[in-house]
């Protein structure tokens, strides 16, 4: 129906066209979430994890006007080199698209672009979430309301700590979203493989999750998944080494009053300035970790069908 909306990739259509499993992708992480050429680097090989588990990537992002799933090398290279490109929420998306501008979308921008094409499962790092002093600014992002709507399982290392985890996971429980840990019971924090808090769901195997999600949308239950998954033993962060980055990040965005979309994207690059690699390196660790559970689940799911 929604289809003269979108430019869908000939080996995207035909994998949706036939029920074969397909990944999403989203395209913020590339062009505002790591500096280049990692950003690429790690684009290009988030794309072959989701191949290796047997399905089809798609990296989603505004091109010249057009939502496009599953890009070209050339476009991804396109978003990890240029600066100025957009960053595309929500609120962002007519505007950029009635412009013909080129932006990249969020976790949010990315799920309903997903969705109007048909794929149900999507990859990420980290999404947005309540930030910390969320109680007097406000600061909730779009991509929570999104997940309230939007009937795609998201595949996160949990929620960073960036964010206050404790709102965030609250403002989920109260948009009705089930919060799934693969594998283990201890909620986790994206550099960590713990948060201090415990994970509301807990599920062992990718064809038990395929079958939640399956139920849940015959249902009519509609809205995100969020499925988080640790990262893998050895790759992660002391969390007091990242605590300290983060306190320090926060406290520079507010020296230089950073507000509204910037806050995210300014403090993930402080946070990688800071870090010497080592927050890079465990942050490309568990995005590839992330893209194979999803690219697993969406077989699991196409299966079910
Ligand atoms: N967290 C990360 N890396 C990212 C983002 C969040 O660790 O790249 C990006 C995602 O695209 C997410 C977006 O959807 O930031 C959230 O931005 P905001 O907080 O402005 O909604
Ligand atoms: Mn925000």
Do not use: C
């Given at each position: 129906m929604y289809n003269d909306l979108l430019a869908i990739q000939p080996e995207v259509l035909m994998a949706l066209q036939n029920n074969k499993p397909v990944v999403a992708l989203e395209s913020t992480i590339i062009s505002h979430g790591m500096p280049w050429p990692k950003n690429v680097e790690t684009a290009l090989a988030v794309e072959q994890a989701v191949r290796d588990a047997g399905a089809i990537p798609a990296t989603i992002a505004l091109i010249n006007g057009q939502s496009k799933v599953g890009l070209s090398r050339d476009e991804i290279n396109y978003l990890g080199q240029t600066n100025g490109v957009w960053k595309v929420s929500l609120r962002d998306m007519p505007y950029v698209l009635s412009k013909q501008l080129t932006g990249a979308t969020t976790v949010a921008a990315t799920m309903r672009i997903a969705a109007m094409a048909g794929i149900r499962v999507f990859a990420t790092g980290g999404i947005g979430g309540v930030h910390r002093g969320a109680t007097a600014t406000m600061d909730i992002s779009a991509d929570l309301t999104e997940m309230s709507n939007t009937n795609v399982a998201i595949v996160s290392a949990g929620v960073k700590s960036i964010l206050d985890i404790g709102?965030?996971?609250?403002?989920?429980?109260?948009?009705?979203?089930?919060?799934?840990?693969?594998?283990?019971?201890?909620?986790?924090?994206?550099?960590?493989?713990?948060?201090?808090?415990?994970?509301?769901?807990?599920?062992?195997?990718?064809?038990?999750?395929?079958?939640?999600?399956?139920?849940?949308?015959?249902?009519?239950?509609?809205?995100?998944?969020?499925?988080?998954?640790?990262?893998?033993?050895?790759?992660?962060?002391?969390?007091?080494?990242?605590?300290?980055?983060?306190?320090?990040?926060?406290h520079e965005a507010e020296k230089q009053k950073i507000a509204g979309k910037e806050v995210t994207p300014f403090l993930l690059k402080y946070i990688a300035e800071h870090s010497k690699g080592e927050s890079l390196e465990a942050n490309i660790a568990l995005i590839l970790n992330n893209a194979a559970l999803a690219g697993r689940i969406a077989v699991d799911l196409s299966g079910l069908d």
């Open positions: 709102l965030t996971l609250e403002y989920l429980e109260t948009m009705g979203i089930p919060v799934v840990t693969y594998g283990q019971d201890a909620f986790p924090s994206f550099y960590s493989s713990a948060s201090g808090f415990t994970t509301p769901l807990r599920l062992d195997t990718t064809k038990e999750i395929a079958n939640m999600l399956s139920l849940k949308w015959k249902m009519k239950l509609n809205g995100a998944v969020l499925i988080a998954n640790p990262l893998p033993a050895g790759s992660d962060v002391a969390p007091d080494v990242m605590e300290a980055h983060i306190v320090a990040a926060l």
